[in-house]
């Protein structure tokens, strides 16, 4: 039994769950984002009536090319959203990699820290060492503005494995319970397609790490590529591509498309007879 401590949260993995993105960006690759605060809240509202376990925030877009955000902005962004949505006592998270804008969203209320440089800015693990929030461990090859010129690996599978696993244990080694700790391969963050599908194909080895894996790949590129859609037509690809890595044990998906993909894996994982599906017993008579 996996159970996730997230603050104050604690969130029962026995069965997959899904964290509903909500931008608050100018330039979101697929839903232009909220630049308005109302209308994110709203939409983060919507994300948690449509199943979601965890509400991520983000205001710095971290797509390939993006450049930088202002600290100041990111904060005005993110902490109004937060602050309302910790008033419905949803999980939240911020996707950030300021350890000024962790701090903040925490103190506004957060659970959880999504990192895509997995805590390695000076001071980011001490912001989430003195907090009771879950980290999300994600790596990246190079940066954004650069990461997707010429991805390079001899083992993406491992040097991705050994990174996340030196990144968990400099966070336990920090004083962060382990039962804190998730961790992400980084779809598309310094990786070609074939780098992405070796990573969902053998995802069973970072599982085996013993943290529980998040994955984002909803409307990626990637999705782009296996299916030749644009981004407003990923839908199916992207649910096909959660259920595969759900399969392959991974326990939180990070998905624009909330609803769809919670009707996915309550399908799937009642079929699996996954624990804590529905009633199979029922079901069965
Ligand atoms: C993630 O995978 N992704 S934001 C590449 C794209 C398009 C969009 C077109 N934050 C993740 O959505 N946090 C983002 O190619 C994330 N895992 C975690 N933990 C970037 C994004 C994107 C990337």
């Known amino acids: 039994m996996t159970i996730l401590k997230a603050g104050l949260h ?21 839903d232009g984002g909220h630049l308005d605060t109302g209308a994110a809240i709203a939409h983060a509202k919507r994300l948690i009536a449509e199943g979601a376990t965890i509400i991520d925030v983000g205001g710095e877009s971290t797509r390939p090319g993006a450049t930088a955000v202002d600290e100041r902005d990111e904060l005005a962004r993110v902490i109004p959203i937060v602050e309302a949505l910790a008033r419905e006592s949803a999980c939240i998270s911020v996707d950030t990699m300021k350890p000024a804008v962790m701090r903040a969203a925490l103190d506004a209320g957060a659970s959880m ?30 940066e954004p503005r650069t990461m997707q010129h010429a991805p390079a690996y001899a083992d993406v599978v491992s040097e991705v494995r050994a990174f996340l696993q ?43 790490l013993g943290f529980p894996v998040l994955i984002g790949v909803s409307r990626k590129s990637m999705i782009g590529a296996l299916t030749g859609r644009d981004v407003d037509a990923r839908l199916a690809g992207s649910i096909a591509t959660a259920l595969s890595a759900a399969m392959r044990g991974a326990r939180l998906l990070r998905v624009h498309d909330v609803r769809d993909t919670v009707d996915a894996l309550s399908a799937w994982s009642t079929i699996e007879r996954w624990p804590g599906s529905q009633d199979n017993r029922r079901i069965d008579q």
């Open 10 to 30: 604690e969130i029962d993995l026995a069965t997959p769950r899904v964290m509903g993105i909500v931008n608050v960006t100018s330039d979101s690759f697929y």
């Open 113 to 142: 820290i999504n990192d895509v440089r997995a805590l390695q800015a000076p001071g980011a693990i001490d912001v989430a060492r003195a907090s009771n929030a879950a980290v999300c461990l994600m790596h990246m090859q190079g």
């Open 166 to 208: 030196r990144r968990a244990h400099a966070c336990i080694d920090a004083g962060i319970a382990r039962e804190r700790i998730v961790v992400d391969p980084g779809f598309g963050f310094g990786k070609t397609l074939a780098h992405n599908l070796d990573l969902l194909r053998n995802l069973g080895d970072i599982a085996a």
